[in-house]
């Protein structure tokens, strides 16, 4: 009985370890920046409206437990711009934001995380402008509630 229960307590631990690093973002640090970094029109950035959805770019989007971050892109204001769309079964605190990247990935800027505050609710990050640039790349990214150790995904770059 003793084997057992330390079996069963070796196979959560490993579960755990696993789950942790399925949602922790690999690679190199962001430079994070405060939603006021990415809103009314700083560092090239523009507001959307939280409901707004587009084309979704040829990357997956991501699931934790029911809520959706999807990488959307579209014209807003004449120029294509993408952004990070929060969806599905929302509660207050979920977040999402979207990484922009000009190097490929090896640095990226953190715009965000914007947070939901009431369950059902949709968000959306700031949009930034698409470039034909191979390193000029984004990623949406979801967070789900304020738990720790922190449930996070992200999309793949695009």
């Known amino acids: 009985m003793l084997h ?53 770019a040829p990357v997956g989007p991501v699931s934790i437990f029911g809520r959706t971050a999807t990488l959307y892109y579209g014209r807003i204001g004449g120029v294509t711009r993408g952004w990070a769309h929060l969806g599905g079964d929302t509660l207050w605190g979920d977040s999402v934001w979207m990484d ?32 034909s640039d191979a390193n000029w790349r984004f990623r949406a990214c979801l967070r789900w509630g304020r738990h720790e150790p922190a449930a996070i995904k992200c999309t793949d770059w695009w």
């Open 4 to 56: 057992r229960i330390r079996r069963r307590g070796l196979v959560l631990a490993l579960a755990t370890g696993l789950l942790t690093a399925q949602v922790m973002v690999a690679g190199a640090s962001p430079a994070a920046a405060t939603p006021q970094e990415c809103e009314r029109g700083a560092n090239g950035f523009v507001d959307i409206p939280d409901t707004l959805r587009g084309t979704q």
């Open 100 to 131: 922009w990247t000009r190097d490929g990935g090896r640095t990226w800027i953190q715009c965000g995380p914007f947070e939901v505050s009431s369950g059902g609710q949709t968000k959306t990050s700031a949009a930034q402008r698409t470039s």
